[in-house]
């Protein structure tokens, strides 16, 4: 259904814009089969839908700098990953339950020098954690860390629930920035996730996060963050609490030739983070990919990327795991190759072939071999 009138909203979307408010909207669906492997062979549709807008207060309410921002998301109810793959990185970065929410809901105000506030709904991996160059994969772990994004009772604020969030943003210089959030430690109601929730109730605890960025003279943009939970969780082990949930991650996100004449360009990212495995069952991750766009002359705007998702199980895990008789294996290692073009200027296809070695770090599983193609429809009346 959305397929059908998404097309003509976006058609007349320019229309009911204000020019101080711009107004964006996409429709996004992955189709997936899982050839061999996992839990079972078979195949489903996801999609989603976003509405997003942006307004300029200061052009509206002479509020110097201020801007807000929301948007809505849609997604239907189907799954993948749990129902036919098993693993722990997901396949897809738009693979939720059904639910129709606000995603985003927030306010940005200045309020030093080169310091701006946004305070409301907020996707934390919006800005924390967020590579350029891996944005094209589809894979969730290119979109914020494994070892982040398992983190807290309900996941970080990220896709497809967020929370209530206080960021500081430093722009040191114009090659460096500074960023400092303290967010609700549980994103939404764990118990009924379709629903849009600020319940800042007594245990949730908060989440503090910290990251630094430097764009280098070859363009090269290195940055490096941790996390921390205030709340205390269960130990793997079952022996009681433990209230040092908490991380560290880098990356590293390098233009390897620029477009040029030619129209070829090429780009990687790598990216390493730990969390405490006594904790969470990923102690580890690894991921890294290059993007060549242009490769095809005469599609100078066409990219296709190959990567890897590395997350490595924490060895409490796999201790416990034995004790139950369902011995973990040490890690789970996703391979994945896809190709993006753009058919005109609102849509666009995307073929993708994953491979995931050891699916959920589950010896009773085979390697799983996953094709899929996404394609996303998509206007903006800026």
């Not at 494994?146 to 040191?172: H, K, M």
């Not at 477009?259 to 990216?271: E, I, K, M, N, S």
């Not at 004790?323 to 391979?335: F, R």
Request: hydrophobic share 40%; charged share 20%.
């Amino acid at each position: 259904m959305l397929a059908v009138w998404l097309p003509f909203v976006m058609a007349n979307i320019t229309v009911v814009a204000r020019a101080d408010t711009a107004i964006d909207a996409f429709y996004r669906a992955d189709f997936l089969y899982n050839h061999s492997g996992g839990i079972e062979t078979g195949s489903t549709y996801l999609d989603d839908a976003v509405l997003t807008f942006e307004t300029d207060l200061e052009d509206r309410f002479g509020m110097a700098g201020a801007t807000s921002f929301v948007s809505l998301l849609w997604n239907n109810n189907n799954t993948f990953s749990d129902q036919y793959v098993g693993d722990l990185q997901v396949i897809s970065n738009i693979d939720a339950e059904k639910a129709l929410r606000i995603y985003e809901l927030w306010y940005e105000q200045p309020v030093a020098d080169s310091v701006t506030l946004r305070f409301g709904l907020y996707d934390l991996n919006s800005e924390f954690d967020a590579i350029d160059t891996s944005g094209l994969f589809i894979n969730s772990s290119h979109g914020i860390g494994a070892d982040y994004g398992q983190s807290g009772q309900n996941g970080p604020s990220i896709f497809p629930v967020t929370s209530l969030t206080a960021r500081f943003d430093w722009q040191i210089s114009g090659a460096s920035n500074l960023r400092y959030a303290i967010l609700d430690g549980v994103p939404g109601d764990p118990d009924d996730p379709s629903k849009t929730t600020i319940d800042l109730g007594d245990g949730d605890g908060v989440l503090h996060a910290l990251e630094f960025n430097q764009v280098l003279a070859s363009g090269t943009r290195v940055g490096v963050g941790t996390w921390l939970y205030s709340a205390n969780f269960d130990r793997i082990d079952g022996n009681g609490q433990d209230g040092g949930n908490a991380g560290f991650y880098g990356f590293v996100d390098m233009p390897l030739k620029s477009v040029v004449d030619d129209g070829f360009g090429l780009a990687g990212f790598l990216r390493y983070g730990t969390a405490n495995d006594e904790i969470n069952v990923l102690g580890r991750y690894f991921g890294g990919g290059v993007v060549a766009t242009g490769l095809i002359r005469s599609r100078p705007d066409d990219q296709i990327g190959f990567a890897i998702a590395s997350a490595r199980v924490g060895d409490p895990f796999q201790r416990a795991a034995d004790l139950e008789g369902a011995p973990a294996d040490s890690h789970e290692t996703n391979i994945e190759l896809t190709y993006s073009t753009h058919l005109n200027d609102w849509l666009r296809i995307q073929p993708n072939i994953q491979y995931v070695i050891n699916p959920g770090a589950d010896k009773a599983l085979g390697n799983a071999f996953v094709f899929g193609i996404r394609f996303e429809v998509s206007a903006s009346s800026r």
